[in-house]
């Protein structure tokens, strides 16, 4: 008997549950759009939260609100959106106003020897996510066109198609045994045979307080006429979170009532005995807070962005928007149900955006066995980055990096310059092409990845090891072999062309080819007839950082020996007349 009153109970608690849910998610719907669609960013954080309701973090007062009108007929609430995401959860807060703390469903009054549940519901705050496949919901602006939700029921109007619905309720998901008082927020599906819970372990999450929700005698109907509460709070063991206004039962600290009718005139009772399940159904952690004051709810949600279940909305791909409805409900004591819908509000994930913008470098036409200094500017433009790489590559990045710059963290909107010094011994001597790739590993998530890379072309030249000449003070119009010796270190052969000049004047030019690892030299035949001092400079063409000089001083002309010994004997002659002259 007591396992057929457990599974009645169970079964009879799913009813009451389904035709709640019904009501709550035929307000889920969002309603027409306006011309501009509202957009909810979620921003990336490395904030530690602690899901209170109080949202007194400063990421909190950091982020960017959303305003999201959401109206039942001409009336309309206005309710403050934010939301927070990191490595592995994502986090929404949500504030609207509400002229009353409902929190006691179903409630039970003792009164005149006799109980009585009044019809008291909940405040209540619920998101209908869609999958991705319900026909309509993005394109239509509003989930009642893509679903069949009239004549109480609510259902795809196709199989497969179906939505993620999460439903914090003030009354039931919110009061909590935890130590942490954290709360949860009840996890369903809609599909075409409509609302299902998620998957969940136990017999049951909440269970009426009521004699004739177990009594096995389908005549009978909990919570009207002739009922009564069948559990109390234990003695002395009252649960670990305050409740002096015992507006909650939780499993695990009740015990029967033995006599319904020994209880004084104005006792009240709660309609419902509480309990978190685990599993798929309650993977969605929250708490709300009340302001008697500000009389405004506060409500903070936390969830796995991947939850593993096939069942819910996954926010596995942070760089597609995701849509979904909101509902909030502004349920009184008496039975009065006032929901509103908002319009269509697309969640969109604020991701890094990482770009190069700079690349630039000291020569692009090194000699092989010189440093290059590679300069860069990163810059970040979209939501901070932790944990990746820039690489410096050569000629293709299907390889290691030939350099790297480790980057721990880059704030949002910053940018950072920086150098790599590029060691070119070893190059082939040729063209190349300089790459600059941000995130190297791939493990930041953008929306664009074609600026995350910049490149440039450099060409690397063999050098000229020694430029000699074979007279460094000829006479005028004396040929001077001039020699450059051309190194190729590398194991490439090149083709260069030599170029020998005398300030900007080319003088000659020689094409030859090197092969890997020879030393050549490479002559030139120079001559002039003007005195003085000549500096001639020979280069590799293309890259001045190859250039060479010399210094050639010209002298004058030596006169020719037969005049030499002309001149002697004039001379002589001279000196013997002198001679003469002087004997007379």
Not at 458 to 468: L, M
Request: with cysteine; charged share 20%.
């Amino acid at each position: 008997m007591y396992l057929g009153n457990e599974i009645r109970q169970r079964a009879v608690s799913l009813v009451v549950v389904l035709l709640l849910l019904t009501a709550t998610v035929l307000a889920l719907v969002p309603g027409v759009a306006t011309a501009e669609d509202i957009v909810l960013t979620v921003g990336r954080t490395k904030a530690a939260f602690t899901v209170d309701g109080k949202a007194d973090e400063a990421a909190w007062a950091a982020a960017a609100p959303t305003i999201v009108e959401t109206k039942k007929g001409d009336a309309t609430l206005s309710v403050e959106l934010k939301a927070l995401y990191d490595d592995t959860y994502v986090y929404f807060l949500s504030k609207w106003s509400d002229p009353s703390y409902s929190v006691r469903p179903n409630q039970w009054n003792f009164s005149g020897g006799a109980w009585q549940s009044y019809l008291h519901k909940e405040d209540r705050l619920s998101m209908l996510w869609d999958s991705g496949n319900i026909a309509g919901f993005e394109t239509q602006r509003q989930g009642c066109m893509a679903l069949e939700c009239h004549e109480g029921a609510f259902k795809t109007k196709t199989a497969g198609q179906w939505g993620d619905v999460w439903q914090w309720m003030a009354g039931r998901t919110n009061p909590s045994t935890r130590a942490d008082n954290m709360g949860w927020m009840d996890d369903l599906s809609v599909g075409n045979n409509g609302i299902v819970p998620d998957d969940f372990a136990g017999s049951k999450v909440w269970t009426p307080n009521s004699l004739y929700a177990g009594d096995d005698n389908v005549t009978t109907v909990q919570f009207a006429t002739g009922d009564h509460p069948i559990n109390k709070a234990q003695d002395n063991n009252p649960p670990p979170n305050p409740d002096p206004e015992h507006n909650f039962l939780f499993d695990g600290y009740v015990m029967s009532i033995v006599n319904p009718l020994d209880f004084t005139d104005g006792t009240t009772m709660p309609g419902w005995v509480l309990s978190r399940p685990t599993g798929d159904r309650a993977d969605i952690d929250a708490k709300g807070m009340y302001d008697p004051v500000e009389k405004k709810w506060t409500l903070e949600v936390k969830r796995k962005l991947v939850t593993g279940h096939t069942d819910d909305v996954q926010f596995s791909n942070l760089t597609k928007d995701y849509s979904m409805g909101l509902s909030v409900f502004d349920n009184r004591e008496g039975g009065i149900d006032t929901h509103y819908n908002s319009q269509l509000v697309t969640v969109r994930f604020a991701v890094p955006e990482l770009a190069v913008t700079v690349l630039t470098v000291s020569t692009a036409s090194p000699v092989i066995g010189s440093r290059v200094t590679v300069n860069v500017t990163l810059r970040n433009i979209g939501a901070y980055a932790t944990g990746f790489t820039v690489g410096l590559y050569l000629d293709n990045t299907s390889g290691a990096p030939v350099l790297t710059k480790p980057y721990t963290e880059m704030a949002a909107n910053s940018n950072d310059t920086f150098n790599f010094s590029w060691d070119t011994t070893g190059v082939a001597a040729g063209k190349h092409k300089l790459i600059v790739k941000a995130d190297t590993a791939g493990v930041i998530v953008e929306k664009d990845k074609v600026n995350n890379k910049m490149e440039l072309e450099v060409w690397v030249y063999p050098g000229i090891s020694e430029f000699k000449a074979s007279k460094s003070k000829p006479e005028a119009g004396t040929k001077v072999t001039l020699t450059a010796t051309v190194h190729n270190p590398s194991t490439t052969t090149v083709s260069v062309t030599i170029i020998l000049s005398e300030k900007d004047k080319v003088l000659d030019t020689k094409m030859e080819n090197i092969t890997g690892g020879q030393f050549k030299n490479i002559t030139f035949t120079w001559k002039s007839s003007k005195v003085g001092k000549h500096t001639l400079t020979v280069m590799v063409q293309g890259s001045p950082e190859t250039t060479k000089t010399i210094d050639i001083n010209v002298q004058e002309k030596s006169p020719a020996p037969g005049a030499v010994w002309a001149l002697v004997a004039l001379g002589a002659v001279a000196a013997a007349a002198i001679a003469s002259r002087r004997r007379k």
